[in-house]
């Protein structure tokens, strides 16, 4: 995989799609740009789909416009099945599907706002970066 393929954890969607002022916003730009390509699996998509539904109000998006959301996010992305769960791994046992599909997909690049959340991934050649943080790398 190259530099600019990610997996794009949830709060990043989120954060996204709730400010269009930050770096999260500008990662969502450059996945519809084609700029930066997303890696997805069953699950996360699943997750996503929970989070923003979830949150829709929040969001002030309607059930339709989270559904577009959705199948934009999946027409953009390289879809990864996982074969085998080695889980748990990290403290929390919500992420370890994110870096699941990082290992099955050898994507090296995990865009997070929760770094500490994905301590140890570079055990596994994997790097945690913010938006922000990663925005600057592939500048």
Known sequence: ??????????????????????????????????TI???IST??????EDVLKREQTV???????????????CSLSKFQE???LWRPYLNDPKDDHVLEVAVASKTKTIVTHNIKDFKDVDKFGIKAMTPGNFLEVIK
């Open 1 to 34: 995989m190259d530099n600019n393929t990610i997996i794009m954890d949830t709060n990043v969607l989120f954060a996204g799609l709730y400010s269009s002022t930050g770096a999260s916003f500008q990662i969502l730009k450059r996945l519809n740009a084609g």
């Open 37 to 39: 390509k997303p890696v």
């Open 43 to 48: 699950t996360l998509l699943f997750e996503y």
């Open 59 to 73: 969001l002030n998006l309607s059930h339709r416009q989270v559904d577009i959301v959705l199948d934009n996010i």
């Open 82 to 84: 996982i074969y085998f």
